[in-house]
Nanobody, 125 residues
Framework: QVQLEESGGGLVQAGGSLRLSCAAS????????MGWFRQAPGEERQFVAA???????YYADSVKGRFTISRDNAKNTKYLQMNSLKPEDTAVYYCAAGNRYRDYGLDLRGSYDYWGQGTQVTVSS
């Protein structure tokens, strides 16, 4: 059974930092792209960042220069380092896996096969 489990969310003041982790289990995700999405109350789930199987990175304009996506293949874990957090970054953050051997479409929810349960990030002003 494939599982993605996010961790690292919490409450932080504006300007602070958090690092989210996404641990994968149940299979190796070699060749898969990994994405991060977020969903604020009353809004649709939005693309945040992605890392393709080949190592290319993609970011939403709203987080460019502040967020960094990375991976540790030995631990089968992906990370989202979030710096200079703003109140508008408040949302539930989801990690996803999919887009096997593709370097396109990583900003689309429908491209992903597996999703985690989400972790809450709250940024206070």
């Amino acid at each position: 059974q494939v599982q993605l489990e996010e961790s690292g969310g919490g409450l932080v003041q504006a300007g602070g930092s958090l690092r989210l982790s996404c641990a994968a289990s149940g299979r190796t995700f070699s060749g898969y792209g990994m994405g991060w999405f977020r969903q604020a109350p009353g809004e649709e789930r939005q693309f945040v960042a992605a890392l393709s199987w080949s190592g290319r990175t993609y970011y939403a304009d709203s987080v460019k220069g502040r967020f960094t996506i990375s991976r540790d293949n030995a631990k089968n874990t992906k990370y989202l380092q979030m710096n200079s957090l703003k109140p508008e970054d408040t949302a539930v953050y989801y990690c996803a896996a999919g887009n096997r051997y593709r370097d396109y479409g990583l900003d689309l929810r429908g491209s992903y096969d597996y999703w985690g349960q989400g972790t809450q990030v709250t940024v206070s002003s």
